[in-house]
């Protein structure tokens, strides 16, 4: 089955730096969807993007998906403390969902 | 509407005992599943479901099963429970309606196996 490739693994940074996850597939994707879990929470939809090349934003988050259909990404401008979790892109392959490894970010106040 | 619920929250188990994971939601949506979540590997499919009477495979069915009698319930077993099953699991659902399948999720059951 597909694979999704997520990184960094772990993002550390300063209150009101930008924050930026990847996410790369193998093979061309139907569609990219996002997530966020809070520690000790469940994940939570943020956005899915179908087309090539499309791009969305969410006041401080823009969603980016690739040309190709084969790679995403999420940018977070100025972070603050509330945006502290992991944040995760997922992809259908007729039904079956793969989630990437997730991006941990930590925001130091 | 109360969305996804699971039960129970939490289980400690002995190796080679049964149980059953519940998970139900009340927004009539089609699509059912079952993840488990361990550090560093995200979330891993185990089972899901297109409607009542109809499951497949995911990445990693080796020792669940699953049932769809009804649209609102899809049990999780766990047939002869193992150390290496120890995770969060998470249940979700979303309607296959539309181009945006927003899956909801559960609150989980964190699960250890002894």
């Known amino acids: 089955g597909q694979q999704v490739m997520q990184i960094p693994q772990y993002q550390h940074v300063q209150e009101g730096e930008d924050f930026t996850t990847y996410c790369n597939s193998s093979t061309t994707l139907s569609n990219i969807q ?4 809070r520690p000790g929470g469940h994940p939570v939809f943020l956005i899915q993007l179908v087309k090539s090349g499309e791009v969305k934003k969410q006041k401080r988050l823009t969603f980016q ?7 995403s990404s ?17 992809a259908y392959n007729n039904n079956d969902m793969r989630f990437g490894a997730g991006t941990r970010l930590t925001v130091k106040p | 509407n109360a969305g996804v619920t699971q039960t129970p929250k939490f ?3 002995k190796t080679g005992q049964s149980m059953t994971l519940q998970c139900a939601q009340d927004m009539n949506h089609e ?11 995200g979330l891993r499919l185990i089972h899901y479901s297109v ?7 995911g990445e990693v069915p080796n020792g669940y099963n699953v049932s769809r009698s009804t649209t609102e319930d899809f049990p999780l077993r ?9 995770s969060v699991y998470f249940c979700a659902s979303s309607s296959l309606q539309g181009v945006a399948q927003t899956q909801y999720f559960g609150p989980g059951t964190r699960l250890l196996v002894l």
């Open chain 2, 51 to 57: 409607g009542a009477g109809i499951t497949d495979q």
């Open chain 1, 74 to 90: 999420l940018h977070i401008t100025a972070t603050q403390t509330t945006d502290v979790g992991t944040y995760f892109c997922a």
């Open chain 1, 65 to 71: 998906f690739g040309e190709a259909k084969k790679n």
């Open chain 2, 78 to 86: 766990l047939l002869s429970a193992a150390p290496s099953q120890t």
């Open chain 2, 11 to 13: 289980q400690v188990l």
């Open chain 2, 31 to 41: 699509y059912m599943s079952w993840y488990r979540q361990d550090p560093g590997m």
């Open chain 1, 34 to 37: 996002w997530y966020k879990q």
